[in-house]
Structure formats: structure tokens, C-alpha cells
């Protein structure tokens, strides 16, 4: 059986399950107790960058234009809850999409890739007063966010690597796929939350290291006032004895040869520290004026907000001497819409890095491990450095009671050329919009219950 085939079959066959489960389970389950609720979620999306860079290993950067990206998901599980104590959340999802470039030798990327895996999958046990003090310890694999303003830039805790400096990001999805435990306090009416996590690294080279974070936040004034503040021991603990792949290795093998005296890629550790802050003046006024709404505005309308970002507090010399350039400045605010669309969101990034924020040499292409790269120009001279500032603009209509939504962004932010096979000749480790003027544009349908 063809892995396309395989797909087709187990996913259809999967949400069945799971829909019938649940719809069984709601009506036989004994237990008064216990709830159990379907969901599912689609969406197709499609776009193009513009204008920007297509840089395949060994060659100089290739101008692009009009480049068009398309993917559609879907996803669905259910959420069991017994009682308010605890909750149980599970889903898969499928994903569809077609890579760049499309080259005549390969089949692979002419036609578009299936995927399936599991979207989340975890617990929680919930103990305590909401009102007053209370808790809730999580585990599995889970989908974090700590800061609910960001729509695309900014939210780097968990979505970058420090030495080289990288940003993992992905349309419509300003947060984290984290695996690992959650110890969440919060309480006095959601007054402040502190987050513990014990995470395994999911994205950053090397994966399964373990980091522990801490996150917290105080809401003010009806949440007119948001200040939140974290740090994360990155990569801190080494699930692997001694030193792995450390400083290089030579077609995919630890090499010995290549380790260095310092430590800076031996272990791969890093501090990383985020401080953010939201005002939103409707609310401030709502919640004076006892939470009666305020007329022609949504609640979000004219909320502005900032987030600092230092991805790496130690500095080492010759290739990180300066800690301005893994300081990463994002702000951001929504345009009242008045009633008729529902988000207007305009956010904006400084990073004093010029480099070409690239993981090349993590799969074995690289002059000097561990050296931020910049970009090899059109005629090979490793000249083309990227521009400081980034800039992002989303719209959101929704309709049905929000089941049905339309969206759409245009953006010079950290997307990278869709990739979804693995020939290291033709992919681009590098992000294709360098210079101010080059940008992406994408729409998306949603659908969800």
C-alpha cells in the first residue's frame, strides 16, 4: 500500500472514529460526569511572495518573484472533561501541500505532499478556587501561547533559536507546539498566571533537549493592562551523555575532528528572557463603565502592545560579540473595524541582526559551525545582508458565530520557502525576504466546530 493511499485511508477512517466515539459516548456514557465533545477545524490557504531570494546550498541567491505557496489542513479530535477536575485533549490532523521549487526530476515536488500526525495530545488536572487560587498541571503535548495579541511577529520565546539567531514561524499560528509539563497557578478573577514548563525541544537542533521556562502575567483594569514577563533555560538539559554533534559533524556524524575549545555549540545552552506589555483603552473604559460595551467598537479595537525579546543573554567572541543583535523588538495594534471587519491588525519588528538568519549548516552546509551567515548575492559574493525591520498586516472576517472565517496577510516577515521533501540541493535554509521592499501576501478560508 502507497503511503498516499495509507493516508487517505487512515485519516477519513480516524475522524470517524473519533466522531463516533464521542457521539457514543455522549449517549450511552453512564456517567453523568463525564463530557465528551467532538471538534474539528479546516482551512485552505494560498499566496505568493513577490518578490524575494531563493538560496539552494553551495550557489548564490537567486532572485524569485510571484512565487506561489498553497496548503490546506485538517484536523479534528475531541475534548473529554470529568467534572471540572479534569480534561483530556486529542486531536489529528492532515495537511496537504505543495513545495518549492518544482523541479522536472523530481516527482515529488511536482504534485502536493500528505501528511497526518497528531495535532495535540495531553491532560489536565485542575484543583483549586478560579476565583481565588488555583492550578492546573498539564501534560502530553500541547499548543502554548503567552502572549494573546501577537497575530505575527513577536511570541519568539518558544519559536527561535538563540546562536545562530533563528525565528520559526508559520502563517496564522503565533505560538508553540510545546511536549513536556505545564504547572499553571492563577487566580482573584484571572488577576495573574504564572506558567512553569518543563519542555522538550521540538524544533531547535538539536530536538529532545530539555528546557525549562517560566511565564507570567498580571491583568489589569478589566484586562485594559496586560504585563507579562519569562525566561527559558534553553536547551539546558542534555539528554545525551557527553557531547553530541557538538560544533559540527560531517555528513550527519558526529565528527570529533571539528569540535572547537569553546563551548558555544558543545551544549547548544542558552538564556533566552521576554518582556511584554498591552494597553487596550476600550477595555480600560468598558470596565469602568461597570462592562457595559462601548458603541460602535469592538472590545480589541485600538489595543496596542509591545514585546522585547533577548534570545541568548551571554555573548561570545568574534561571531556573537553584541547582545543588540539577538534583541528582537516587536509592536503592534488593531484598527477599529467597526463592526465590519472584525481584526485589523498592524505589527511591526526591529532586529539590529543582519544576518540571513539561516539552519543551513545545521544539515551539514556550512563554512564555520556555528557563524551566522549572510546571503551570497547574484554574483556569489557574500555581501547580501538583511534588513533590520519587518512589517505585517492581518485581516480577519468572521461569520456564523465565528465557525466560518476568511483571512487574509500581507507581510515582509520570517517565512521560508515551502518545503516538504528532503533534498538538501534544492531546499532553502535561508529567509527569501531580505530588503525592505520584498513581502508575501496570503488568504485563508476557515472553517471549525
Not at 513577490?50 to 512565487?67: D, E, L, T
Not at 545552552?269 to 470596565?287: D, N, T, Y
Not at 480577519?396 to 515551502?418: G, P, R, T, V, W
Amino acid at each position: 500500500m502507497s503511503v498516499r493511499l495509507l493516508l487517505k485511508t487512515i485519516f477519513p477512517a480516524f475522524a470517524c472514529l473519533l466522531v463516533s466515539s464521542a457521539t457514543a459516548a455522549t449517549l450511552v456514557d453512564p456517567d453523568p460526569d463525564v463530557t465528551i465533545t467532538p471538534k474539528g477545524y479546516g482551512s485552505f490557504e494560498a499566496g505568493q511572495i513577490v518578490s524575494g531570494y531563493y538560496k539552494p546550498p553551495s550557489q548564490p541567491n537567486q532572485r524569485i518573484a510571484h512565487i506561489w505557496q498553497q496548503r490546506a489542513f485538517g484536523n479534528i479530535g475531541f475534548d473529554v472533561r470529568y467534572r471540572d477536575i479534569l480534561t483530556i485533549d486529542i486531536a489529528g490532523e492532515g495537511m496537504m501541500a505543495f513545495s518549492t521549487p518544482q523541479v522536472g526530476n523530481l516527482p515529488t515536488t511536482l504534485k502536493p505532499r500528505q501528511f497526518f500526525y497528531i495535532k495535540s495530545s495531553n491532560a489536565a488536572l485542575t484543583l483549586g478556587d478560579p476565583e481565588f487560587l488555583n492550578g492546573v498541571l498539564q501534560a502530553g503535548m500541547f499548543q502554548y501561547k503567552y502572549n494573546p495579541d501577537v497575530r505575527n511577529l513577536g511570541e519568539y520565546m518558544f519559536r527561535s533559536n538563540p546562536y545562530p539567531l533563528l525565528i520559526y514561524s508559520s502563517f496564522d499560528y503565533a505560538m508553540a507546539d510545546l511536549a513536556g509539563l505545564r504547572l499553571n497557578l492563577n487566580g482573584f478573577n484571572k488577576l495573574f498566571s504564572n506558567d512553569l514548563l518543563f519542555h522538550s525541544e521540538l524544533i531547535a537542533f538539536p530536538t529532545q533537549n530539555w528546557s525549562l521556562s517560566d511565564i507570567a502575567a498580571v491583568n489589569l483594569l478589566g484586562d485594559g493592562i496586560s504585563i507579562g514577563a519569562g525566561f527559558s533555560l534553553h536547551h539546558w538539559f542534555n539528554v545525551y551523555q557527553g557531547q553530541y554533534m557538538a560544533r559540527a559533524y560531517d555528513n550527519y556524524y558526529y565528527n570529533e575532528s571539528f569540535i572547537a575549545a569553546d563551548s558555544l555549540m558543545d551544549d547548544h545552552r542558552a538564556v533566552k528572557v521576554m518582556g511584554r506589555i498591552g494597553l487596550s483603552p476600550l477595555q480600560m473604559l468598558q470596565h469602568l463603565r461597570g462592562g457595559d460595551p462601548v458603541p460602535l467598537f469592538n472590545r480589541n479595537d485600538g489595543h496596542i502592545y509591545g514585546e522585547v525579546d533577548i534570545l541568548g543573554t551571554k555573548n561570545y567572541p568574534d561571531r556573537y560579540a553584541d547582545i543588540k543583535d539577538r534583541m528582537i523588538y516587536t509592536f503592534g495594534f488593531n484598527v477599529p473595524g467597526l463592526f465590519i471587519i472584525d481584526l485589523i491588525n498592524i505589527e511591526f519588528e526591529y532586529c539590529a541582526n543582519r544576518s540571513s538568519f539561516s539552519d543551513e549548516f545545521f544539515y551539514g552546509n556550512f563554512p564555520n559551525w556555528g557563524e551566522p551567515q549572510m546571503g551570497l548575492d547574484e554574483n556569489g559574493i557574500d555581501s547580501l545582508k538583511r534588513s533590520p525591520w519587518c512589517w505585517s498586516v492581518y485581516v480577519k472576517k468572521s461569520f456564523l458565530n465565528e465557525h466560518l472565517s476568511l483571512i487574509a496577510q500581507f507581510a515582509k516577515d520570517h517565512k521560508k520557502l515551502d518545503f516538504y521533501y528532503f533534498d538538501k540541493e534544492y531546499m532553502s535554509f535561508r529567509e527569501p525576504m531580505v530588503n525592505k521592499k520584498e513581502w508575501w501576501w496570503v488568504f485563508k478560508t476557515e472553517f471549525k466546530f
